[in-house]
Nanobody
Framework: QPQLVESGGGLVQPGGSLRLSCLVS????????IGWFRQAPGKEREGVSC????????KYADSVKGRFTVSREKAKNTVYLQMNSLKPEDTAVYYC????????????????????WGRGIQVTVSS
């Protein structure tokens, strides 16, 4: 059974940094693209970033472009989300999820394409 477990969240001041990790098991990062999503209180879940299974190509939401970086370490079955210059509006529960279908060598941040989800981890940006 595929599993994803997020870690690395917590409380950070505005302008600070956090690195989230997504440890996967039961499947290979060679065949599943991984997406990062977040959900703030009272808001819909939204895509933040993704990394493509076949070639490691990445994609970012406009709201985090230039501040967040997604990467993976296949030998450790882990995908990372490095978050810099954090803002209060980045406060949310962050989820990683696995997409078994990669089209034209590019991942997607569409929620419906992701079959397996982690439980999420809280990130709070506040002074």
């Amino acid at each position: 059974q595929p599993q994803l477990v997020e870690s690395g969240g917590g409380l950070v001041q505005p302008g600070g940094s956090l690195r989230l990790s997504c440890l996967v098991s039961g499947f290979s990062l060679d065949y599943y693209s991984i997406g990062w999503f977040r959900q703030a209180p009272g808001k819909e879940r939204e895509g933040v970033s993704c990394i493509t299974s076949t070639n490691g190509a990445t994609k970012y939401a406009d709201s985090v472009k230039g501040r967040f970086t997604v990467s993976r370490e296949k030998a450790k079955n882990t995908v990372y989300l490095q978050m810099n210059s954090l803002k209060p509006e980045d406060t949310a529960v962050y989820y990683c999820a696995a997409d078994p279908l990669t089209v034209e060598d590019m991942c997607t941040m569409k929620l419906s394409r992701h079959d397996y989800w982690g439980r999420g981890i809280q990130v709070t940006v506040s002074s």
